[in-house]
């Protein structure tokens, strides 16, 4: 920061329109980068003052025990989409956790300086960026149309393929913050490799992979596109065997905030409440988390 | 913290999901016109029996992909398919329901019922000849009303949609000019304005944008309390849609005029005719893959014969006549086989 | 020092041991991280191949003309990209015209101009804002933001340029919706700022203070601290971050969805409605059957070579600065 105290001996009257001009631009500079600032600020707080508004207004016990109504039906509620999307979620996770984990304890551990794992480490990242719609389409060529139907599996799938990316780029940069003495430790004890990773290497960096496992949480749960071709909707709730299509809060809230009936669009702030607090709540305890590891 | 009520909501889940394991459930996707009331009759239907009928409103042309790939129990459509198309894709089409589709508008200083219009005005406003609400060939029509100078903002449909396609054959029967440019069908090339995604969206923008004008299935204009226009109809009469005028036009159909019922009623004759009228059409495999589901959906619509007309008089649909009906149910036993080629639907 | 211990690990796995039964367990992990490793590779080749696949039909039948034509017409089963592309291009664009600018204010308020009190409540409400999901940005662009841009500068504005030259026709609103290419750019704008902004603080902070501290020392405004020092010292990493922030603006669907419009005919004003490759996709795939599948399979092609090289662009970007 500006610790340095400004020289202010020198300077005849001729370098006095000198350092005007150059203390206007400095002053312009910050009045700028603090307007732009205040402008993010409030952004976001209008956002969510917006939602706060729309979305307590229709908040009601029934919401999250009463199924979606039809068009004009009184009491009804969210309760299937906040269940499907529950279900959902923690199948892309459950599927997304050890394929990421796995792939980015290879990078980080055994394919350090390999081409294969530069390659790898390249992919990763485009998939990352990926529009979310394309792999949509992918798992709707892939599983929609062989199985027949809309199903909870395949929109498990599509969150997956977009979870992976965001744990194996976690997994990897916190397995790499690992000290190094820490796996010699174990080698010199003579545990196999698997065993120092399993067993030191990934206990050290724990706070970290939960983490990542936590951001990719939060941002699958948001999530529209994917599930649009995938999981699509259901008005009521999902079956056991989740084909039929299994409802879900992003696709809900899509269809029914574009609609003209009053219920619907209630209830479509309702599930966006209830969407972005939970996501909001999962970043803020991630960052916690990593506070707390980075501090260590 | 934030998980116990999720927690919760899926233990309601699986405990409702066990619970209802012996009630069937149907997948159906398709057309938006009738979604209010497939969704009411699902609604009650599902209180009668238990058993769901999950129906998803993506467009006409999205029903009928969406059965052509057997990804859904049932397509639903406003075009009804040619028979050509129904052989080519092994499919049986039977109509349920009727309606009319409405031009739905948001005039300042123009109340709901008194706009009057002509189809030939409607499809010049939507081909962009016709741009501002005072026009002089508007104010023709409706001397009385004063129409403010805006700009004319259509609302079209942005997806493929059996409403459009209804919408466009009328506009092509009576506009020259409309029916040698965009034409009719159920994706077209609108010159100018807005697209909303189903007659939800639809009748959204409407209700948003002002001077707007849109046309949606009259359900949906009702319901929403959108002011919806008087059209002139063949007979030169200018009338306002409701149950009746829908079923004038309706009065005089052949529905065995077409393979799969798959008849026309716009620009019927008649002087209480709702020009803009049609009926919406179901479609089902011939040799479905999964016999069972098909048959549920079957008893589903033979449900909705029989107790739903009371439900789509209080939507503004009409429902069909009962020798329709009977003709409906004589189809299905004799197109609709299971794996062993007997008929799944017994009366 | 890890290479060591690793290579300690790998020599001492390629001798055949009799010893211990975990040895098979260890194989039988490490082929795991392999195989999963390589599933990710499976992965992203299967997205290309099927998009590939499924646009090839659409590629032959209307040629690289596919990606000028502006007409995309069901009814008659002909199909042009240009629209699409032009919208994405666009709304991309205006994106980061506006978010680029904001981002960097942001960053430089945060590493050179925060009290250190007030320096994580901000930095975590700028994050949270990449939290909030992107159909919530599509509903408060569409229910909240699109009318008061309607009222407030729309129609002002579409009366100011009436009849001018230029401005006459790319900002004036024929139809003051509220929605359209613009608005589109703006939400976009919103979204992408959290990224750009977080990744320029984070460059910004590992800059070395002695740098900024040397430069003060004689006598530097901070406005000069910044425009001589830091950013030709990050300039690059920055336009990397500004690339990663461009590849989210492109594939991003929901939020541009409800406030492009959707209109399939190009237009010169940025107050028209529009629609980008992504909202094109989202709002027909369900129904597009034959030559339209393929051509919004084509759309998806090309919206992936697009955000593929742009993220390439920013690698190497990215590559060079930090060799430096």
Redesign the interface.
């Known amino acids: 920061?500006?610790?340095?105290p400004?020289?202010t001996t020198i300077s005849p009257a001729a370098w006095g329109r000198v350092r005007r001009s150059?203390?206007m631009?400095?002053r312009?500079?910050?009045a700028?980068?603090?307007?732009?600032?205040a402008?993010?600020?409030f952004?976001?707080g209008?956002?969510l003052l917006?939602?706060l508004y729309q979305g307590i207004s229709a908040l009601r016990p029934e919401v999250?025990?009463n199924t979606t109504?039809?068009?004009?039906?009184k009491g009804g509620g969210i309760?299937?989409a906040?269940?499907?999307s529950?279900?959902l979620t923690f199948l892309g996770i459950v599927v997304a956790t050890?394929?990421?984990v796995?792939?980015g304890?290879?990078?980080a551990?055994?394919?350090?300086?390999s081409k294969?794992?530069e390659?790898?480490r390249?992919?990763?990242?485009?998939?990352l960026?990926?529009?979310?719609?394309?792999?949509g389409?992918?798992v709707?060529?892939?599983m929609?149309?062989p199985m027949?139907?809309?199903s909870g599996w395949a929109g498990g799938v599509a969150l997956a393929?977009i979870a992976?990316?965001v744990i194996?780029r976690t997994t990897e940069d916190m397995l790499r913050i690992v000290?190094?003495?820490l796996?010699?430790a174990g080698?010199a004890l003579g545990a196999?490799?698997?065993?120092?990773?399993?067993k030191i290497t990934w206990r050290a960096a724990r706070a970290g992979m939960v983490t990542g496992v936590l951001l990719a949480t939060?941002r699958i749960?948001?999530?529209?596109?994917p599930l649009?071709?995938t999981a699509?909707?259901?008005?009521?709730?999902?079956?056991?065997d989740l084909m039929?299509?299994v409802a879900n809060l992003?696709v809900m809230?899509?269809?029914y905030?574009?609609?003209?009936?009053q219920n619907w669009r209630e209830l479509?702030?309702a599930g966006?409440l209830v969407?972005?607090?939970?996501?909001?709540?999962?970043?803020?305890v991630a960052?916690l988390l990593f506070r707390k590891e980075t501090a260590r | 913290m934030k998980f116990l009520p999720y927690a919760a909501a899926a233990g309601l889940a699986v405990a409702s999901c066990s619970l209802a394991v012996s009630a069937a459930e149907i997948t159906g996707a398709g057309a938006t016109f009738p979604f209010p009331i497939y969704a009411r009759w699902a609604e009650v239907y599902n209180k009668e029996t238990t058993n769901r009928l999950n129906y998803q409103s993506i467009g006409s042309s999205g029903g009928i992909r969406q059965i052509r790939a057997k990804t859904v129990d049932f397509g639903a459509t406003d075009a009804p398919l040619k028979g050509a198309e129904l052989e080519k894709d092994g499919l049986v089409q039977f109509p349920v329901v009727m309606g009319g589709v409405v031009p739905v508008y948001n005039v300042q200083g123009v109340p709901a019922g008194q706009m009057k219009l002509t189809g030939e005005v409607l499809a010049d406003i939507f081909n962009g000849k016709i741009s501002k609400w005072n026009d002089a060939k508007i104010a023709q029509l409706n001397q009385g009303v004063t129409l403010p100078d805006a700009t004319i903002t259509p609302v079209y449909r942005s997806d493929g949609s059996g409403t459009t396609s209804v919408f466009t054959t009328y506009l092509s029967q009576v506009s020259e000019a409309w029916k040698s440019g965009p034409g009719a069908g159920s994706s077209v090339q609108w010159p100018v304005g807005q697209g909303g995604k189903g007659n939800e969206g639809v009748a959204a923008l409407v209700l948003q944008v002002p001077n707007s004008i849109g046309y949606v299935e009259y359900a949906y204009a009702k319901q929403n309390n959108i002011p919806f226009a008087q059209l002139q109809n063949k007979n030169g009469k200018f009338v306002a849609p409701d149950a009746k005028t829908f079923q004038a036009a309706a009065a005089g159909a052949d529905w065995k005029s077409a393979p799969g019922f798959g008849i026309s009623l716009t620009n019927q004759p008649g002087d209480e005719a709702w020009p803009i009228t049609a009926p919406t059409f179901i479609l089902v495999p011939k040799a479905p893959e999964k016999p069972e589901q098909v048959a549920e959906a079957l008893k589903f619509f033979d449900w909705a014969f029989k107790s739903g007309d009371q439900m789509a008089a209080e939507l503004d649909y009409v429902a069909l006549p009962p020798q329709v009906e009977d003709m409906v149910r004589a189809s299905w036993q004799a197109d609709i086989k299971d794996k062993s080629g007997q008929p799944l639907f017994k009366k | 020092m890890v290479a060591l211990s690793q290579k300690l690990l790998v020599t001492s796995m390629d001798k055949p041991s009799r010893r211990s039964p975990s040895f098979n367990s260890d194989q039988i992990f490490r082929l795991a991280s392999l195989g999963s490793a390589l599933l990710v590779l499976i992965v992203l080749a299967g997205i290309i191949g099927s998009m590939i696949y499924g646009g090839l039909p659409a590629f032959r039948e209307f040629g690289l003309g596919f990606i000028t034509s502006s007409v995309w017409d069901v009814q008659r089963d002909e199909y042009g990209a240009w629209v699409a592309i032009v919208g994405t291009l666009t709304s991309a664009l205006i994106a980061l015209v506006i978010g680029v600018p904001i981002s960097l204010g942001i960053a430089i308020f945060l590493t050179q101009l925060c009290p250190p009190w007030l320096k994580r409540p901000i930095a975590t409400t700028i994050e949270l804002l990449a939290a909030v999901p992107s159909i919530i940005y599509g509903m408060w662009g569409l229910f909240v933001f699109a009318p008061l841009f309607a009222k407030f500068v729309q129609i002002p504005l579409s009366g100011l340029v009436e009849g001018l030259p230029i401005f006459g026709t790319i900002l004036y609103a024929r139809v003051p919706s509220g929605v359209g290419v613009l608005t589109a750019g703006i939400i976009l704008a919103i979204m992408i700022i959290p990224f750009i902004a977080s990744i320029a603080r984070d460059i910004l902070d590992q800059i070395p203070p002695v740098m900024r501290e040397s430069a003060y020392g004689i006598g530097c405004t901070t406005w000069e601290v910044v425009r001589h020092v830091l950013v030709p010292q990050v300039g690059v990493s920055i336009i990397g971050a500004v690339m990663l922030g461009l590849g989210r603006a492109l594939g991003e669907t929901m939020a541009v969805t409800f406030v492009i419009g959707n209109a399939n005919r190009l237009s010169l004003s940025l107050f028209d409605p529009g629609s980008t490759i992504a909202s094109r996709i989202a709002n027909e795939f369900n129904e597009a059957i034959g030559l339209q599948l393929n051509a919004l399979m084509a759309l998806g092609c090309i919206l992936f070579l697009v955000t593929f090289s742009v993220l390439v662009l920013a690698r190497i970007l990215v590559a060079r600065a930090t060799v430096k």
């Open positions: 920061m500006d610790t340095m400004r020289p150059r203390y631009a400095d312009a500079l910050k700028v980068c603090l307007l732009f600032t402008l993010g600020v952004v976001l209008w956002i917006m939602l999250f025990t109504p039809g068009p004009m039906t309760a299937n906040i269940a499907g529950f279900v050890p394929v990421g796995l792939a304890t290879y990078l551990e055994y394919g350090r300086g294969l794992a390659v790898i390249f992919v990763n990242d485009i998939l960026a990926a529009p979310s719609i394309l792999i389409l992918f709707y060529t892939l929609v149309q027949g139907g809309y393929i992976v990316p194996v000290p190094g003495s796996r010699e080698a196999p490799m698997s065993k120092v990773i399993t939060a749960a948001g999530e529209t596109a649009l071709f699509l909707n259901n008005n009521f709730w999902f079956r056991a039929g299509g992003p809230i899509y269809q905030a574009l609609s003209p009936y479509a702030w966006a969407i972005t607090l939970t996501i909001l709540a999962l970043s803020i960052r």
